[in-house]
């Protein structure tokens, strides 16, 4: 009966589920002897206090975007894409047959074509799922997870028997060709000085030819794509036709077949996109990081997506902003394994009371704040 | 009467005969729901051994005052005396044992249990359930000897019949020792005869003793058997009256806060040619079952047919199949034209393309996406309309607000803004925002079911005045309802469902509710 205040919904919620999940983090860091303010310093220090860190929270959360997003759009369709892992997984198959196919004249049209293959692969890994859901009804959630599964185990069968060059010791792909090499954010003009090398005192180091910066910063071009994306999912899904029928299937099936929204095509087409944006996110480690296709390449990105998505309420600027936070998480929570003598695993813990709060338990914040403006209200009326 | 803070309304509220028992005082009860006051300030007297009739619109505050009378919700202000004495009723067991008992619109039976396990259930007189059921059984004979309520105590709840499945509720009521019983729109689903027979139960009741609240928005109702009757508009009560000193004319108007136009008014049918053909329709559901037995049945152009029937009975299932939303076998014509019933052009785009519109019974899972905003639904099943389209990808979202403005307009729907979600409107107005999207596309046909469910008075008027225009400018128009009273004022012919069968077609000038009910119960053959 009673609602929040639009604000409280998309802001506050966010906000003091987020405090929750630090409050607990502290707690446990206390209980095993550490200083919660030391582990905040590094993570903060560590994720966003240099342009070294930076780069690295700004390359996580390119990938999470992409995922995020992929679970976002099956979402407004009701259905639940979990294997947006798998889908990136074989996304970055179709990436690396498109960079070892040809010596790449240039990175720019390396992008284009490893993009197309990125998603088609995506795209093809989910279509499977969405059509046992459709045509037989098979839970999607349950053939996703399978799917991710069954991703894995091919991509390691063709990286040991088929993709290994002669000779190499590791199950993985021949480096991409230099004409793959995608440029890195701090190789891009107007970009670069964000990433600044800098002295002790915080001044920026003269070289030899101006301003140096870090060489080889892992966030890459892809994030404009991915932000390009953010802004195509948003249009999709509130500015076309095709969005419309979406959400409309996605709120309610039975009123969608009453309007002559076609189930089948509906779930195939919604799943194609988020399989295809999972894909795309292997762009960015696979082909902007890694340079060439290794085993569990997506590195459980596909997972953080559904925490992203939950977060961000399933809008793409939701996702936009819970991607870089995670991006913090992630990075800052490596920094502690360095760094501290906090266990790295603890990170693992940090993100898990984040999704606890932010994603499961976000009902509970939302009625305690629901409770606190009924007083607010009853006291104005 | 108590505190007097509002006197003209105590005034009308406190009509009792000197001297006469009360079986239930409320005063001055008050409850709100964040800032929306359901009740406010309701006093009402119900005299021992009487009918009470409560009548209002959806969302006058019906239920909730109910549900504070059965410990559901905790009124902020007043109090409760039963039998004279102040009660507090915390939850459904203090109401319980205080004597009351409630009957609820939709049951609360579990279906494969006998009548006896869901008499006694939660009212075991101990672990074993033995002699509670022997207990039961003498207790029910007794009960049925002395009101007419009979039912079969081994039956199972499945196999009975909705009426029966409704004695049941009352039984179970009785059982527990109900002075007091609040029958919550009991006549919704019954057939006319088995609401005639619910009536001289209730009466009997009466006879006996017994106090009965009933809950109902139809006004036959009331003046058929109430003795008095309180009317409630917004959340208070307007006025209690003798239901031998009103008349429904009165009712209405205290009702909807105006005059209020009972029957359609409408001229003689001037039939065209035919519009729909359907021949030897049939259509099963899911588990094979078939729910459209063969039907046929013509419509001309500039003519309503009414379809009565006990919801059902493949009144449904006719229009899905009609609206593209079920498959059949048969033979549809539209204007001549064989419609696909089975393939790539049996679905809701290709009727809407052929001319057919459909208000479909079930508004709020079909009609609409409720967290849609108006706007959104106005597009609903229209959204490849060219007018609604930017270009080949974009929807032109600012064309489809404005349009969404004018129909508000037109169709006086309250409050006029496209950008609020359909969940909040109210019924009445969800159903006007529907009938404009779809008669404004000016159909050859128009499917239209239950078109008054949920819809407060004020805007029944105006839907049966807009399906009449509809009509009289050379529509043809198929209507499904369960109200009799809507089939008999709108038809130009009824025909009558029964079992997914036409019983028969009437004219409604020559026929009368007895004929049509006995049909509807599937008695009179199809000789007739």
Same mark, same amino acid.
């Given at each position: 009966m009673d609602r929040l205040p639009k604000w409280a919904d998309v802001a506050l919620v966010p906000l003091i589920s987020l405090l929750l999940a630090a409050f607990f983090s502290a707690m446990v860091l206390l209980a095993i002897g550490q200083s919660p303010v030391e582990a905040f310093n590094v993570m903060v220090d560590g994720a966003l206090g240099s342009a070294y860190g930076w780069g690295y929270t700004l390359y996580y959360a390119t990938s999470f975007m992409f995922t995020g997003l992929a679970v976002t759009v099956a979402f407004h369709a009701g259905l639940f894409n979990i294997g947006g892992e798998g889908q990136a997984q074989i996304g970055g198959l179709g990436v690396a047959l498109v960079c070892l196919a040809l010596p790449w004249p240039h990175w720019t049209l390396a992008l284009l074509a490893a993009s197309l293959g990125a998603a088609a692969f995506g795209a093809a890994w989910a279509a499977i799922p969405a059509y046992l859901q459709a045509k037989r009804g098979s839970h999607i959630v349950i053939t996703t997870i399978m799917f991710n599964y069954i991703a894995a185990a091919v991509i390691v069968y063709l990286l040991v028997d088929v993709l290994r060059p002669a000779?190499?010791?590791?199950?993985?792909?021949?480096?991409?060709?230099?004409?793959?090499?995608?440029?890195?954010?701090?190789?891009?003009?107007?970009?670069?000085?964000?990433?600044?090398?800098?002295?002790?005192?915080?001044?920026?180091?003269?070289?030899?030819?101006?301003?140096?910066?870090?060489?080889?910063?892992?966030?890459?071009?892809?994030?404009?794509?991915?932000?390009?994306?953010?802004?195509?999912?948003?249009?999709?899904?509130?500015?076309?036709?095709?969005?419309?029928?979406?959400?409309?299937?996605?709120?309610?099936?039975?009123?969608?077949?009453?309007?002559?929204?076609?189930?089948?095509?509906?779930?195939?087409?919604?799943?194609?996109?988020?399989?295809?944006?999972?894909?795309?996110?292997?762009?960015?480690?696979?082909?902007?990081?890694?340079?060439?296709?290794?085993?569990?390449?997506?590195?459980?990105?596909?997972?953080?997506?559904?925490?992203?998505?939950?977060?961000?309420?399933?809008?793409?600027?939701?996702?936009?902003?819970?991607?870089?936070?995670?991006?913090?998480?992630?990075?800052?929570?490596?920094?502690?394994?360095?760094?501290?003598?906090?266990?790295?695993?603890?990170?693992?813990?940090?993100?898990?009371?984040?999704?606890?709060?932010?994603?499961?338990?976000?009902?509970?914040?939302?009625?305690?704040?629901?409770?606190?403006?009924?007083?607010?209200?009853?006291?104005?009326? | 009467m108590v505190s007097g803070n509002d006197m003209g309304r105590q005034a009308t509220a406190a009509l009792p005969d000197a001297g006469a028992p009360l079986a239930i005082e409320l005063r001055g009860i008050s409850k709100a729901f964040g800032p929306v006051q359901a009740n406010k300030d309701i006093s009402i007297q119900v005299k021992r051994g009487s009918i009470h009739g409560i009548i209002g619109e959806n969302g006058a505050g019906k239920s909730t005052l109910m549900s504070i009378l059965y410990g559901f919700y905790k009124a902020d202000a007043g109090e409760i005396l039963i039998g004279g004495k102040l009660t507090a009723i915390p939850d459904s067991q203090s109401a319980i044992r205080a004597g009351i008992g409630m009957v609820f619109q939709h049951f609360k039976l579990v279906q494969n249990f006998t009548v006896l396990e869901n008499v006694i259930l939660g009212a075991e007189d101990g672990g074993l359930l033995r002699p509670s059921l022997a207990k039961a059984r003498r207790v029910l004979a007794d009960l049925s000897r002395e009101y007419g309520l009979d039912v079969n105590p081994d039956a199972l709840i499945e196999d009975l019949s909705v009426g029966h499945q409704q004695r049941v509720e009352i039984l179970k009521a009785l059982y527990r020792q109900a002075d007091i019983l609040i029958l919550d729109e009991p006549t919704g689903v019954l057939t006319p005869a088995e609401a005639d027979h619910l009536f001289r139960i209730l009466k009997g009741l009466k006879d006996q003793g017994k106090t009965i609240i009933l809950i109902t928005h139809k006004l036959r109702e009331i003046m058929e058997i109430t003795d008095t009757v309180s009317v409630m508009r917004r959340g208070q009560m307007t006025a209690t009256v003798k239901t031998a000193e009103t008349s429904p004319e009165q009712l209405a108007e205290l009702m909807v806060g105006r005059k209020v136009l009972l029957q359609v008014e409408k001229r003689a049918a001037t039939p065209g040619k035919v519009v729909l053909e359907v021949e030897n329709l049939s259509v099963r559901d899911e588990n094979k079952?078939?729910?459209?037995?063969?039907?046929?049945?013509?419509?001309?152009?500039?003519?309503?047919?009414?379809?009565?029937?006990?919801?059902?009975?493949?009144?449904?299932?006719?229009?899905?199949?009609?609206?593209?939303?079920?498959?059949?076998?048969?033979?549809?014509?539209?204007?001549?034209?064989?419609?696909?019933?089975?393939?790539?052009?049996?679905?809701?785009?290709?009727?809407?393309?052929?001319?057919?519109?459909?208000?479909?019974?079930?508004?709020?899972?079909?009609?609409?996406?409720?967290?849609?905003?108006?706007?959104?639904?106005?597009?609903?099943?229209?959204?490849?309309?060219?007018?609604?389209?930017?270009?080949?990808?974009?929807?032109?979202?600012?064309?489809?607000?404005?349009?969404?403005?004018?129909?508000?307009?037109?169709?006086?729907?309250?409050?006029?803004?496209?950008?609020?979600? %359909?969940?909040? &409107?109210? #019924?009445?107005?969800?159903?006007?925002?529907?009938? !404009?999207?779809?008669? =404004? +596309?000016?159909?050859? @046909?128009?499917?239209?079911?239950?078109?008054?469910?949920?819809?407060?008075?004020?805007?029944?008027?105006?839907?049966?005045?807009?399906?009449?225009?509809?009509?009289?400018?050379?529509?043809?128009?198929?209507?499904?309802?369960?109200?009799?009273?809507?089939?008999?004022?709108?038809?130009?012919?009824? %025909?009558?469902? &029964?079992? #997914?069968?036409?019983?028969?077609?009437?004219?409604? !000038?020559?026929?009368? =509710? +007895?004929?049509?009910? @006995?049909?509807?119960?599937?008695?009179?053959?199809?000789?007739?």
């Open positions: 000779g190499q010791m590791d199950p993985a792909t021949a480096r991409f060709p230099e004409g793959a090499k995608l440029p890195s954010l701090s190789d891009i003009p107007g970009l670069r000085e964000l990433f600044l090398r800098v002295d002790s005192s915080g001044m920026p180091i003269l070289g030899a030819d101006g301003l140096q910066t870090y060489q080889n910063v892992p966030a890459n071009v892809t994030l404009l794509i991915a932000l390009a994306a953010c802004y195509v999912v948003w249009l999709l899904l509130w500015r076309t036709r095709l969005g419309y029928q979406i959400r409309a299937f996605g709120k309610s099936e039975a009123a969608a077949k009453y309007a002559g929204i076609n189930p089948v095509r509906i779930t195939m087409i919604t799943m194609l996109i988020s399989g295809g944006l999972a894909g795309l996110m292997s762009i960015n480690n696979v082909m902007g990081e890694a340079e060439r296709l290794l085993q569990n390449s997506s590195e459980g990105a596909g997972f953080i997506g559904i925490a992203v998505a939950l977060m961000g309420r399933n809008h793409p600027l939701g996702v936009f902003l819970a991607a870089i936070l995670f991006g913090f998480l992630y990075q800052g929570g490596a920094e502690l394994g360095l760094w501290t003598s906090i266990p790295i695993e603890l990170r693992i813990v940090v993100q898990g009371l984040v999704i606890l709060f932010t994603g499961a338990l976000d009902q509970m914040v939302r009625m305690l704040l629901r409770w606190a403006f009924s007083f607010r209200t009853a006291r104005v009326a | 079952v078939e729910r459209l037995k063969g039907v046929s049945l013509t419509i001309r152009a500039g003519e309503i047919l009414g379809i009565a029937g006990v919801a059902g009975n493949g009144q449904s299932e006719l229009l899905e199949v009609l609206g593209g939303i079920a498959r059949g076998t048969g033979t549809i014509r539209l204007n001549g034209v064989e419609l696909d019933l089975t393939g790539k052009h049996s679905d809701g785009q290709s009727r809407r393309a052929q001319g057919i519109a459909h208000v479909p019974e079930d508004r709020q899972h079909l009609g609409m996406i409720m967290d849609f905003a108006a706007w959104e639904n106005v597009a609903f099943g229209y959204h490849h309309a060219p007018e609604y389209q930017k270009n080949a990808l974009f929807m032109d979202n600012d064309a489809l607000r404005a349009d969404t403005e004018k129909k508000m307009a037109r169709f006086d729907v309250r409050p006029p803004n496209p950008l609020l979600a %359909a969940k909040n &409107f109210s #019924g009445g107005n969800q159903q006007k925002i529907i009938v !404009a999207r779809e008669i =404004e +596309r000016n159909p050859d @046909l128009l499917l239209i079911g239950q078109p008054t469910r949920g819809v407060d008075i004020g805007a029944i008027e105006f839907i049966h005045k807009q399906i009449v225009a509809l009509r009289d400018a050379g529509k043809a128009i198929l209507l499904v309802s369960v109200e009799l009273d809507e089939i008999m004022s709108l038809s130009d012919r009824i %025909a009558v469902m &029964f079992d #997914g069968q036409i019983m028969g077609i009437r004219d409604p !000038a020559t026929t009368d =509710e +007895r004929d049509l009910g @006995l049909m509807m119960a599937g008695v009179a053959g199809k000789a007739a």
